[in-house]
């Protein structure tokens, strides 16, 4: 059993920082850092997506400002199972269309529906999705307009912004 060791404190002044657990080499890498939370968090949220559709783990640390000092902040990241998003199996969807394939403008429609849900999710602090998550937002995706996905995501950025 691999253990990793405890996440150093970032130097220099307090800042949002990410930092990024590599078990090739048994360092703590920093993946993000800014004066600001957002995008940070945005950047945690893309990259640990990215590691785990390789298959990779993805174990991160978040430190940021609190009350003049660094503070280390739950992630909750640091699961050992891969959390990629699986393959869309169109045999469980119903039918949208009656005949032939989906139009390119409807996946394209599709992808942009899917893509602002997970940035209002992501800004919303709410980037590590478990298996039952994924489903949701592919319910949300397909049985929701893009008007109403797009008020959905402000919601959970101005959440987030409190």
Do not use: N
């Amino acid at each position: 059993m691999q253990t990793r060791p405890q996440c150093p404190r970032p130097q220099g002044e307090p800042r949002w920082v990410a930092l990024f657990y590599r078990p090739d080499t048994a360092v703590w890498q920093v993946g993000a850092q800014s004066p600001d939370r957002s995008p940070v968090l945005y950047a945690l949220g893309e990259m640990t997506q990215t590691l785990r559709a390789r298959g990779d783990e993805a174990t991160v640390a978040l430190w940021g400002p609190k009350g003049g000092d660094w503070h280390h902040y739950d992630a909750s990241l640091s699961a050992t199972t891969p959390a990629s998003v699986p393959p869309r199996d169109t045999a469980e969807e119903p039918a949208k269309e009656p005949a032939g394939e989906p139009t390119k403008l409807a996946e394209r429609m599709h992808d942009r529906r899917h893509q602002a849900l997970m940035a209002g999710l992501s800004k919303a602090g709410l980037y590590d999705l478990a298996p039952d998550d994924v489903a949701a937002v592919r319910t949300l995706v397909d049985q929701l307009d893009e008007t109403t996905i797009r008020t959905l995501t402000h919601w959970l950025a101005t959440a987030a912004d409190r």
